[in-house]
């Protein structure tokens, strides 16, 4: 079984630039999640969506970040302008039972912004 | 506002030895809990989980205890294994204020296990 793929691996951006984070989920999987890890922190939830709709995006600053699932598969994750407090690792995980049921994590993409 | 704590940032342990990685949670209405391990440059993989209803649950290696009335709950790995070394990382699942299922994390304690 394929599991979560997360591209690109790392990005370096300079502050005030956008970028773009892109996530294929499990196949099957109707539910996925965007967390932001900090350096030293544990993951913290960004967004999560039941299939293309969202379900939570009470964390996600909404002025700068933005994530969109068309389909209810592959989601992207997208954050314009960049500030330096964005530095972290970005990740994707799916699960098939919504929270509760294990998710299961991409790669994750590390992003520094300079 | 912390409601998953490890306090513990690393612990260090002799192979063959018992891990004990411990978890203090604030929300008394988190009725799921999980752990996950994490290894440099992968995302955290599941590792065991337990529902609020049980004390014990036990897979193998891995043993969670959970302690309602104390909000604690720990992860013991017996015996330890140098490929056990990674951050592990403890989980809580809740309600969020959207009203959906969500899982909180703390901020992980580095496993050392020493050949």
């Known amino acids: 079984e394929a599991g979560v793929a997360q591209s690109p691996r790392y990005k370096i951006i300079e502050k005030r630039q956008s970028v773009a984070f892109w996530c294929n989920p499990i196949?099957?999987?109707?539910?996925l999640y965007w967390y932001q890890q900090i350096l030293g922190q544990g993951p913290k939830l960004l967004i999560q969506f039941q299939n293309n709709g969202v379900v939570d995006d009470s964390q996600l600053p909404k002025d700068r970040f933005s994530a969109e699932r068309l389909k209810g598969v592959d989601s992207t994750l997208k954050i314009q302008p960049a500030k330096l407090e964005d530095s972290a690792v970005y990740l994707c995980a799916s699960s098939s039972q919504g929270v509760g049921a294990e998710a299961f994590f991409g790669q994750g993409t590390r992003l520094t912004v300079v | 506002d912390q409601q998953v704590k490890q306090n513990s940032p690393s612990l260090s342990v002799q192979e063959g030895r018992i891990s004990i990685l411990n978890c203090d949670y604030t929300?008394?209405?988190?009725?799921?809990f999980l752990w996950y391990k994490k290894y440099p440059a992968e995302g955290p993989t599941f590792l065991i989980s337990i529902s609020s209803i049980k004390d014990k649950n036990e897979d193998g290696r891995f043993t969670v205890f959970l302690n309602k009335s104390a909000k604690h709950l720990s992860l013991h790995i017996v015996p330890s294994q140098p490929g056990d070394s990674a951050v592990y990382f403890c989980?809580?699942?809740?309600?969020?204020?959207?009203?959906?299922?969500?899982?909180?994390f703390g901020k992980g304690t580095k496993l050392s296990v020493i050949p």
């Open positions: 196949s099957g999987h109707a539910t």
């Open positions: 989980a809580a699942r809740g309600i969020s204020g959207a009203g959906s299922y969500q899982l909180t």
């Open positions: 929300n008394s209405m988190f009725d799921y």
